[in-house]
């Protein structure tokens, strides 16, 4: 147990759907991350909120949604996915500016997109 | 363009051995670089952190090595076990100071009993 829990763990969705991934950390971090692990593909950073306030967005598609009402919690909204948007969903946490810059993850969502 | 590449996608090595993996970078000049450990069906695991004024770190029978000249990390892991199989994830900071994380692909590690 890291102390970082994702929820669904498995998701299939249709291309109409739209769904939430839920992210909760309990280790009192102040920044959060959602990853994107396709296979035979490194880990993409995709969105980082610093308390509370987003300060990353790498060129991700607005079908992909975040939102982060507070420190421990992350929401990743899907909204009209392609098939090739089927992967692991990974949601992360550190305390920034502590000079302790590990990463704590969750076990991920696995996201099949029909 | 910036680039993470870990040497080879799967290692297979014999028990007892020591398995050495490799993280090579192209246009970063990252602060630290970490190595993860990720199992099957979970996220990844931090293991180790070494900073760019480093040039070794050890924890138990894990060693990393920095050589920011080189542009590269060696993550060594001395009398493998069987236990010690699973895919490592070599990871380098942006240098903005918040922590944002870049990955390799990572290399599977299957330790033969």
């Known amino acids: 147990e890291t102390g970082v829990t994702q929820t669904p763990r498995h998701l299939v969705m249709g291309m109409t759907n739209k769904k939430s991934l839920k992210c909760e950390q309990h280790l009192g971090h102040n920044a959060m991350y959602w990853y994107k692990q396709s296979a035979k593909k490194p880990l993409e950073l995709m969105f980082v909120y610093n308390f509370k306030e987003q300060t990353e967005n790498n060129s991700v598609p607005s079908r992909f949604s975040p939102e982060c009402p507070n420190s421990s919690h992350l929401f990743l909204h899907l909204h009209t996915l392609q098939p090739e948007d089927s992967a692991l969903y990974l949601c992360?946490?550190?305390?920034?500016?502590?000079?302790?810059?590990?990463?704590?993850f969750g076990s991920g969502t696995q996201l099949s997109v029909l | 363009s910036q680039k993470i590449e870990q040497n080879s996608e799967a290692l297979n090595i014999q028990e007892g051995k020591t398995a050495t993996l490799t993280c090579n970078y192209t246009?970063?000049?990252?602060?630290?670089l970490q190595w993860y450990r990720q199992d099957p069906g979970r996220g990844p695991v931090f293991l180790l952190l070494?900073?760019?004024?480093?040039k070794e770190k050890r924890k138990e029978r894990l060693k990393v090595t920095f050589d920011t000249t080189l542009k590269q990390s060696l993550f060594h892991i001395t009398a493998s076990q069987p236990a010690d199989s699973a895919t490592y994830l070599c990871?380098?900071?942006?240098?903005?100071?918040?922590?944002?994380?870049?990955f390799g692909t990572g290399t599977r590690l299957t330790v033969i009993p």
């Open positions: 070494i900073r760019e004024n480093e």
């Open positions: 990871a380098l900071d942006d240098q903005t100071g918040a922590n944002n994380l870049f």
């Open positions: 246009n970063y000049s990252p602060a630290y």
């Open positions: 992360a946490s550190s305390q920034v500016g502590t000079n302790n810059e590990k990463l704590f």
